[in-house]
């Protein structure tokens, strides 16, 4: 791990309030502030620019934020650069035709 002075700590509480909310699902800024003991301050600064990024989507009705499809994107992109779904392919046409389900 790189030394704990090169890290960014903004950066550091980005990602782990995304990771809250994809282990909790939808959550408000307070709720948000108690699981990460973050200021509330902070985590609406955060969270509205990860909103005007495009990672997390707020409910109309209750206010609360999820991660958006942005991220599944993004490691969507990422499987596909690893070439995953190529090499699984002849495996997949194989179980289709011994399975004669669809896969």
Known sequence: ????????????????????????????????????????STVHRIISTLRHKGYVVQNNTDHKYSNSIKLWEMGNNVVERLGVRRQAQPFMERLVIESCETV
């Open 1 to 40: 791990m790189a030394k704990r002075s090169n890290l960014v700590q903004s950066v550091i509480r980005a990602l782990d309030i995304l990771e809250t909310i994809d282990a909790y699902g939808e959550l408000g800024i307070s709720e948000i502030s108690d699981k990460l003991n973050l200021d509330k």
